[in-house]
């Protein structure tokens, strides 16, 4: 059994799966071609992870999460992946990494966008989503921030989470470049997921969410509600969810897991 656990967590959604665990896969067939035993099977709740007695400590000692064998066993604590000093190869987003996780974990490259409507090479964008009737508006061409303030002052806007670049921290930014806020919006509600934000909408407990596009692409396969939905408008594109190692990770080891990224069509290197 391997030493390492891997996650692609981010995008791991019970329909797509099968395709998860078949980039999963193309992955860890270059790793072991460069002699890396790494893990077969992904982590998919805290019960996949392995113990840290007393609890997973940073580099100074202090204890930034606790040990996977007392979190409830069929959920999945995104840091307690993030931070576990077994993580080989992982997805997070650049909201945690810029409130801290970056000090904690190294790089090892950009996942690819190319072919998602508001992608485009490692950026993406989110699609700021409203109940229909309404027309879809199509992704800027050169991917710059399209927010139709007329449409959405005023209305409840709901947000997977607090840390989450491309559900409230993309939006925030853009909304400022234009000399306004959050303010905007008369209610803010936290969801827990870009699913669950574009079922609020739907469901009429929301105005507005923005959604990131590959998200938005899996709720338009997935999601039955997301067929009364309708984007309204776009985010800025940013740096898409990046692949992380522990920060413990040696340097030749980083370099073979961004060989095996390198050696992937679909992905490039960061």
Not at 12 to 28: G, M, N, T
Request: net charge neutral; glycine share 8%.
């Amino acid at each position: 059994m391997s030493k390492f656990i891997a996650a692609l967590s981010m995008y791991d959604w019970p329909e797509a799966r099968a395709q998860v665990d078949a980039q999963w896969a193309k992955i860890r067939h270059a790793l072991q071609y460069a002699g890396v035993d790494a893990p077969e099977a992904l982590v998919r709740r805290n019960a996949d992870l392995p113990a840290v007695p007393g609890g997973i400590r940073d580099a100074s000692g202090k204890v930034v999460v606790s040990d996977p064998a007392r979190l409830s066993p069929d959920e999945l604590d995104f840091h307690a992946i993030w931070l576990h000093p077994a993580l080989l190869f992982a997805q997070t987003c650049w909201g945690p990494m810029e409130l801290g996780l970056q000090h904690h974990v190294q790089v090892v490259g950009q996942p690819s966008y190319d072919g998602i409507e508001g992608g485009q090479g490692g950026f993406y964008s989110s699609a700021i989503v409203m109940r229909k009737p309404g027309k879809d508006v199509a992704a800027p061409d050169k991917g710059q921030a399209l927010i139709p303030l007329d449409l959405i002052r005023g209305k409840r806007f709901a947000f997977n989470s607090l840390d989450s670049m491309s559900g409230i921290i993309a939006i925030t930014r853009d909304l400022q470049a234009m000399g306004e806020s959050l303010d905007v919006f008369a209610e803010r509600l936290e969801s827990g997921g870009h699913r669950n934000s574009v079922v609020e909408v739907a469901e009429g407990r929301a105005d507005v969410a923005a959604i990131d596009c590959q998200s938005w692409a899996l709720a338009q396969r997935f999601e039955p509600r997301a067929k009364d939905v309708a984007v309204v408008g776009w985010t800025a594109r940013r740096k898409g969810l990046p692949f992380i190692t522990a920060r413990t990770t040696p340097p030749a080891l980083l370099a073979k897991l961004r060989a095996a990224l390198v050696a992937e069509a679909e992905l490039i290197a960061g």
